[in-house]
């Protein structure tokens, strides 16, 4: 038997005839980009996240570009100031502190939930501080009250990264919602995926919001009246069209995933391998599927003999990378541990029972 970790075309084909039909509507109109499919998007999308506006555009890392480059425009934060920021996040969140010339300043995540260690946050504050991004990794929720709580004191702006974790709640409210702004993506791996590049922003301020659709859209609200030096970044309507008919599916392919990982976590009893802690089911939206064990490589290549495809989230942190290299030195032990031990299994809602077993059998012979 042969399990991909993740297969697109199985996850397209379950949604194929929706798809299909929206992607000929948006062709047939002779509209494609700034038209009624981004605006009936945007109104699904905030409703579902539980905000006042949702944003569309290009991509994940530009959501987050453009709430940093908006709250520099609304003179909240200006080129210099510090964000807080996991140091064992994906690329991209570090990315969009830095191409506004901030300065990201990294904080080690908890051992256990591999998210931000609230503890740590209050003595990373500096005076430069002015936000903190948190970023529901793997597809868990980060947000924690007493994180709220330090940004209230320092009045710093809580920045949700939601690219992984669409439909995670924290209690009964979403994650997207639980911040000042959030960044979401697209990506078509991603729990809501589009099918090539796709973003958005989600927000209940309306100044914010204002300002990021204007970035977006060469800095001009008002056709022709540039009010930003901004960029060309908008959602077109084909993706808004099938963004919205997966949206419609999201919480039900959620489910499915949390199946899939209930079966994991009751079924895999080896001692070498630490599954992923789950306080909350409803917290957790299973993005991927994180286990950790000393003999990382060894295990994954057993798997791949096998016939099962893994993938390592992620093999080098953000600090040790050439793009950062000031940092090369710096030593963050806990997210070097992460990287070093981490390996995601197969996770989707287009599993079938057969393939959750086979893996669960196989993990269990290591
Ligand atoms: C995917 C991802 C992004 C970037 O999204 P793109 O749409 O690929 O630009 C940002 N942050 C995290 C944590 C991600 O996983």
Same mark, same amino acid.
């Given at each position: 038997?042969?399990? &991909?970790?993740?297969?697109?075309?199985?996850?397209?084909?379950?949604?194929?005839?929706?798809?299909?039909?929206?992607?000929?509507?948006?062709?047939?109109?002779?509209? $494609?980009?700034?038209?009624?499919?981004?605006?009936?998007?945007?109104?699904?999308?905030?409703?579902?996240?539980?905000?006042? $506006?949702? +944003?569309?555009?290009?991509?994940?890392?530009?959501?987050?570009?453009?709430?940093?480059?908006?709250?520099?425009?609304?003179?909240?934060?200006?080129?210099?100031?510090?964000?807080?920021?996991?140091?064992?996040?994906?690329?991209?969140?570090?990315?969009?502190?830095?191409? #506004?010339?901030?300065?990201?300043?990294?904080?080690?995540?908890?051992?256990?939930?591999?998210?931000?260690?609230?503890?740590?946050?209050?003595?990373?504050?500096?005076?430069?501080?002015?936000?903190?991004?948190?970023?529901?990794? $793997?597809?868990?929720?980060?947000?924690?009250?007493?994180?709220?709580?330090?940004?209230?004191?320092?009045?710093?702006?809580?920045?949700?990264?939601?690219?992984?974790?669409?439909?995670?709640? $924290?209690?009964?409210?979403?994650?997207?919602?639980?911040?000042?702004?959030?960044?979401?993506?697209?990506?078509?791996?991603? #729990?809501?995926?589009?099918?090539?590049?796709?973003?958005?922003?989600?927000?209940?301020?309306?100044?914010?919001?204002?300002? =990021?659709?204007?970035?977006? %859209?060469?800095?001009?609200?008002?056709?022709?009246?540039?009010?930003?030096?901004?960029?060309?970044?908008?959602?077109?309507?084909?993706?808004?069209?099938?963004?919205?008919?997966?949206?419609?599916?999201?919480?039900?392919? %959620?489910?499915?995933?949390?199946?899939?990982?209930?079966?994991?976590?009751?079924? +895999?009893?080896?001692?070498?391998?630490?599954? &992923? =802690?789950?306080?909350?089911?409803? #917290? %957790?939206?299973?993005?991927?599927?994180?286990?950790?064990? +000393?003999?990382?490589?060894?295990?994954?290549?057993?798997?791949?003999?096998?016939?099962?495809?893994?993938?390592?989230?992620? &093999?080098?942190?953000?600090?040790?990378?050439?793009?950062?290299?000031?940092?090369? #030195?710096?030593?963050?032990?806990?997210?070097?541990? +992460?990287? %070093?031990?981490?390996?995601?299994?197969?996770?989707?809602?287009?599993?079938?029972?057969?393939?959750?077993?086979?893996?669960?059998?196989?993990?269990?012979?290591?």
């Amino acid at each position: 038997m042969t399990v &991909p970790f993740l297969s697109l075309k199985d996850i397209t084909d379950k949604y194929s005839a929706e798809t299909h039909e929206a992607a000929a509507r948006v062709i047939d109109s002779g509209w $494609y980009l700034q038209g009624k499919e981004n605006v009936l998007f945007e109104a699904d999308y905030a409703g579902y996240i539980g905000t006042r $506006y949702a +944003i569309g555009c290009a991509n994940g890392l530009d959501a987050l570009i453009w709430i940093l480059r908006a709250y520099m425009e609304m003179g909240v934060m200006s080129a210099g100031d510090e964000v807080i920021v996991p140091a064992n996040t994906y690329i991209a969140s570090i990315l969009a502190i830095t191409e #506004n010339n901030l300065v990201p300043v990294l904080v080690e995540p908890d051992i256990a939930t591999y998210q931000i260690d609230d503890t740590k946050i209050e003595a990373a504050i500096t005076p430069k501080t002015k936000a903190v991004m948190i970023v529901h990794l $793997y597809g868990q929720c980060a947000y924690t009250e007493k994180i709220e709580q330090v940004c209230k004191k320092y009045n710093l702006k809580l920045i949700e990264d939601n690219a992984q974790a669409h439909g995670c709640l $924290y209690k009964d409210r979403k994650t997207g919602s639980l911040g000042d702004a959030a960044g979401h993506s697209f990506y078509p791996g991603k #729990n809501l995926g589009a099918l090539g590049d796709a973003g958005a922003v989600t927000t209940d301020d309306q100044e914010l919001a204002d300002a =990021v659709r204007a970035i977006a %859209n060469y800095g001009s609200a008002k056709k022709y009246v540039f009010k930003y030096r901004g960029r060309n970044s908008r959602l077109d309507e084909i993706q808004a069209a099938i963004l919205d008919i997966k949206l419609k599916h999201l919480d039900e392919d %959620n489910t499915l995933r949390r199946n899939v990982a209930s079966r994991y976590i009751d079924g +895999i009893k080896n001692s070498k391998i630490i599954l &992923p =802690v789950v306080t909350d089911w409803d #917290n %957790n939206v299973f993005h991927i599927f994180p286990i950790r064990t +000393i003999r990382r490589d060894d295990f994954q290549k057993y798997l791949l003999d096998k016939g099962i495809q893994t993938i390592i989230h992620y &093999p080098i942190p953000p600090h040790k990378q050439e793009c950062y290299r000031k940092w090369n #030195n710096r030593s963050f032990p806990i997210t070097e541990r +992460i990287h %070093n031990e981490e390996l995601s299994l197969p996770m989707s809602q287009t599993l079938t029972d057969e393939q959750v077993h086979y893996v669960i059998d196989m993990v269990n012979g290591w």
